[in-house]
T-cell receptor, first 116, second 115 residues
Framework: AQSVAQPEDQVNVAEGNPLTVKCTYSVSGNPYLFWYVQYPNRGLQFLLKYITGDNLVKGSYGFEAEFNKSQTSFHLKKPSALVSDSALYFCAVRGLLTGGGNKLTFGTGTQLKVEL | DAGVIQSPRHEVTEMGQEVTLRCKPISGHDYLFWYRQTMMRGLELLIYFNNNVPIDDSGMPEDRFSAKMPNASFSTLKIQPSEPRDSAVYFC?????????????FGPGTRLTVL
């Protein structure tokens, strides 16, 4: 079975500082990895995905994520955080196996708080 | 495109009543997903459809829950009878064809409160 772990319930960062939101995964075969963001009282919005190719993936709003196969990680990063980045962030994985279908498995989410 | 549309946005009902949540996926998308989000359990996949056919309903919690997709532009999630522990935000999402490489697009959710 595929799974995702987000070890931090909350991450606090000062505006202008770099941020990292951690994610590790477990899946049979090569993974498809995603990051989503959820603002209060809204649905999830897609940020970026890794399917194949370069390990550094760039996405929306200046976010990027680094795929590390040996560490089975897919950490979300941003060089300079904004207060408006404060939200709930979800990592998700989709397995390659046919039996996995199109099913995304989400992590428990990490609340990012960016302060002035 | 209007995105994924869900209705109602908020629903308050009493225990024992039937609740029907509605979803219109993005036109051209052939995958549709129903999720439930709670503080205790996070985001759970309940069921998903491909080309209007249910593919995986292993996440549906009980027989009180049922989902249908009568056509490519409409799906319902029904709870009958509803219970207070069903209170949650229910999201619908859709994904384009050959969706393995593609992200899912989420609706705004329906916040259900069962008293």
């Amino acid at each position: 079975a595929q799974s995702v772990a987000q070890p931090e319930d909350q991450v606090n960062v000062a505006e202008g500082n770099p941020l990292t939101v951690k994610c590790t995964y477990s899946v049979s075969g090569n993974p498809y990895l995603f990051w989503y963001v959820q603002y209060p009282n809204r649905g999830l919005q897609f940020l970026l995905k890794y399917i194949t190719g370069d390990n550094l993936v760039k996405g929306s709003y200046g976010f990027e994520a680094e795929f590390n196969k040996s560490q089975t990680s897919f950490h979300l990063k941003k060089p300079s955080a904004l207060v408006s980045d404060s939200a709930l962030y979800f990592c998700a994985v989709r397995g390659l196996l046919t039996g996995g279908g199109n099913k995304l498995t989400f992590g428990t989410g990490t609340q990012l708080k960016v302060e002035l | 495109d209007a995105g994924v549309i869900q209705s109602p946005r908020h629903e308050v009902t009493e225990m024992g009543q039937e609740v029907t949540l509605r979803c219109k996926p993005i036109s051209g998308h052939d995958y549709l997903f129903w999720y439930r989000q709670t503080m205790m359990r996070g985001l759970e996949l309940l069921i998903y459809f491909n080309n209007n056919v249910p593919i995986d309903d292993s996440g549906m919690p009980e027989d009180r829950f049922s989902a249908k997709m009568p056509n490519a532009s409409f799906s319902t999630l029904k709870i009958q009878p509803s219970e207070p522990r069903d209170s949650a935000v229910y999201f619908c999402a859709s994904s384009p064809p050959r969706g393995r490489n593609n992200e899912q697009f989420f609706g705004p959710g329906t916040r259900l409160t069962v008293l």
